[in-house]
């Protein structure tokens, strides 16, 4: 199996990187009270010792009270986690890594099982999580500019300490994603709307206040899904006409790269193509995009909560559609969860020192 394509760099603005693999974003709940510390910073080094071409956090929380529903999920707000996050990027600049936050808002959310609450209510467009699931309140136009500017701030934040990109979560039924979805968007002022492209506003101005706060030259990357925790055969975009007059609003406000999630990269986004969500997102923007979804593993993310393992598989339905062009980056979660030098083993064809993937991996952070 040639796997050249997923080693040969990658440029796009601040965003400069040595192959096209990218380390997706994996909530650990390693940062006790918000803040990340050596541990956390050496996992991150690892990976980068690894030869990762781009690592994306963990989800990191704005600057918001009830944007988090676990005290444990790192912030990128306030003096002590922004330090802590200052020495993640240099410890993985010195092992040769690049890197950007996933900054996030979780939303209207379930209540954790710790028992552990923000000391305001979980907010979201219309206080839902999911259809007729309430547990939050309905933001108001000031909450949403306030949070707005919230993740205008982190981005700027993360420019400032020398982060290579940001990424913005808009996907998973989190805050983002709540304004999308016509499920739990039920509001009658401008933030909702009865198509996607109208539920979108909220989105198009985070993306905005971000390009802002960062200015041109800085790489913005927007994650997106289709589905939701709720429904995994969700589709917000049914046609391809519906996704282009989502995404290239989007685009036009400002970002650079699509994040395109899925559950399983080989699944086709719509009947009579075998295009996946990466690939429509390219074909109806030009803009860059990675792919994610069961890259190396035959089982998937959410089967691993529920105690699956996952043996490593072929790669070979990956590289022929990335030799083909539909997307530019392949975002890797388990694989690099499990074992920070998964990269170079893929590099020097090591496919029989490949570790599948368990439970366990869950519970720390695994370096070597």
Same mark, same amino acid.
């Given at each position: 199996m040639n796997t050249d394509s997923l080693f040969r760099p990658f440029s796009l603005k601040s965003l400069n990187i040595k192959n096209r693999i990218v380390m997706a974003p994996m909530t650990r709940s390693f940062s006790p009270n918000g803040i990340p510390g050596g541990n956390v910073a050496t996992y991150y080094q690892k990976r980068a010792e690894g030869e990762v071409g781009l690592i994306l956090s963990e989800g990191t929380v704005i600057d918001r009270i009830s944007s988090s529903n676990d005290a444990n999920i790192p912030h990128f707000h306030g003096e002590a986690a922004l330090s802590g996050w200052e020495q993640v990027i240099k410890d993985v600049h010195?092992?040769?890594?690049?890197?950007?936050?996933?900054?996030?808002?979780?939303?209207?959310?379930?209540?954790?099982?710790?028992?552990?609450?923000?000391?305001?209510?979980?907010?979201?467009?219309?206080?839902?999580?999911?259809?007729?699931?309430?547990?939050? !309140?309905?933001?108001?136009?000031?909450?949403i500019a306030d949070a707005i500017l919230a993740y205008g701030s982190a981005a700027a934040d993360a420019k400032r300490l020398g982060f290579d990109t940001v990424e913005i979560h808009g996907a998973h039924g989190y805050l983002i994603d709540q304004f999308f979805w016509e499920g739990t968007n039920l509001r009658t002022d401008g933030y909702g709307g009865k198509t996607l492209a109208d539920r979108s506003r909220f989105g198009i101005e985070v993306v905005k206040e971000v390009r802002r706060q960062v200015g041109e030259d800085f790489a913005v990357i927007l994650r997106l899904s289709q589905w939701k925790p709720a429904d995994y055969t969700n589709q917000m975009a049914k046609t391809p006409a519906e996704l282009e007059a989502w995404l290239n609003p989007l685009a036009d406000a400002g970002v650079d790269i699509f994040h395109a999630s899925q559950r399983r990269f080989w699944e086709p986004e719509f009947e009579g193509s075998d295009l996946n969500f990466a690939g429509w997102a390219k074909k109806v923007t030009g803009k860059a995009t990675i792919t994610v979804g069961s890259v190396?593993?035959?089982?998937?993310?959410?089967?691993?909560?529920?105690?699956?393992?996952?043996?490593?598989?072929?790669?070979?339905?990956?590289?022929?559609?990335?030799?083909?062009?539909?997307?530019?980056?392949?975002?890797?979660?388990?694989?690099?969860?499990?074992?920070?030098?998964?990269?170079?083993?893929?590099?020097?064809?090591?496919?029989?020192?490949?570790?599948?993937?368990? !439970?366990?991996?869950?519970?720390q952070l695994v370096i070597d």
């Open positions: 010195g092992a040769g890594g690049k890197m950007g936050p996933q900054i996030w808002h979780m939303g209207v959310m379930d209540n954790h099982h710790s028992g552990w609450l923000p000391s305001e209510p979980f907010e979201g467009p219309s206080g839902l999580n999911r259809p007729g699931f309430n547990n939050g !309140k309905t933001m108001t136009e000031k909450d190396g593993l035959n089982g998937e993310f959410l089967g691993a909560f529920a105690g699956e393992s996952s043996e490593p598989s072929s790669l070979e339905e990956l590289m022929r559609r990335m030799d083909r062009g539909d997307f530019d980056l392949v975002a890797v979660g388990r694989p690099l969860l499990a074992d920070p030098n998964w990269v170079k083993k893929i590099k020097e064809n090591r496919t029989e020192e490949l570790k599948g993937f368990t !439970k366990a991996a869950l519970s």
